[in-house]
């Protein structure tokens, strides 16, 4: 990593803060006085600043509760982004492992961890994630079946792979799916010729929405929700 990066995540301080302490000559990296904001630098490397030794700077990791209308994007001309809710220092060096669409709610993962973010998103992981849906028409019995068996979407060459569907209500059910593509819940209904209402993702893996978090919050994950994925 970049020593300027290094600095600013471990010290919370903004580059051009940082560019001015390395002018300073107050930084140091394993003894030697270090001026060159592109020095890389790794765990091995003992930085210090103002004589003071630096901790390696740690990934971060989050839950969000996504309210509707907020868009999954690092930035949108006209709606609200993920990001913009998220106000700690370098928020926008934080990526969304899993979108939702901009009218779904429900539990989005924050990073800057992007091996952590490909292992909870990519198909070969098969990291379950599970919506509840409302629908415009009742959802027949036989829909459970259809889930299960695979359902070939709009546009696309392979059926998806057996998802878990469960009735809660005339217009209400459960979805589990193990894969990823783009709108699948709503694509899956529309090619039963259903629609989609409303969309709320309750967890991804083992990791569950926290139900404390209102809309547009978030918190950090713990050890265990990070080690889960
Ligand atoms: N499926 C969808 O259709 N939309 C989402 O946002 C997530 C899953």
Redesign the pocket.
Same mark, same amino acid.
Request: glycine share 6%; hydrophobic share 40%.
């Given at each position: 990593m970049r020593l300027d990066k290094y600095l600013a995540k471990s010290t919370g301080l903004s580059r051009k803060e940082v560019k001015r302490l390395l002018h300073a000559d107050e930084v140091r990296v394993n003894g030697e006085r270090e001026r060159d904001p592109s020095r890389h630098v790794t765990e091995a490397d003992q930085v210090t600043l103002d004589e003071r030794p630096m901790e390696h700077p740690q990934p971060r990791y989050l839950m969000m509760n996504k309210p509707e209308g907020v868009v999954c994007a690092a930035d949108d001309p006209t709606h609200p982004t993920v990001l913009a809710l998220v106000e700690l220092p370098r928020a926008e060096e934080l990526h969304i492992a899993g $979108? %939702?669409?901009i009218d779904?709610t429900g539990l989005v993962l924050l990073t800057d961890d992007g091996k952590w973010s490909h292992r909870a998103t990519s198909p070969r992981h098969k990291t379950d &994630?599970v919506?509840t849906v409302t629908t415009a028409d009742p959802i027949p019995e036989d829909a459970v079946i259809a889930f299960k068996k695979g359902i070939m979407l709009n546009g696309e060459h392979f059926p998806t792979k057996p998802a878990d569907l469960k009735l809660l209500g005339t217009c209400e059910a459960r979805v589990v @799916?193990h894969e990823?593509r783009y709108?699948? @819940? &709503? $694509?899956m209904f529309a090619a039963l010729g259903n629609r @989609?209402l409303s %969309?709320h $993702?309750e967890s991804i893996g083992s990791i569950e929405l926290d139900e404390d978090l209102f809309p547009g919050e978030y918190r950090p994950l713990t050890d265990a929700e990070i080690a889960s994925i």
């Open positions: $979108r %939702l669409d779904a &994630k919506y @799916v990823g709108h699948q @819940v &709503k $694509r @989609v %969309l $993702r």
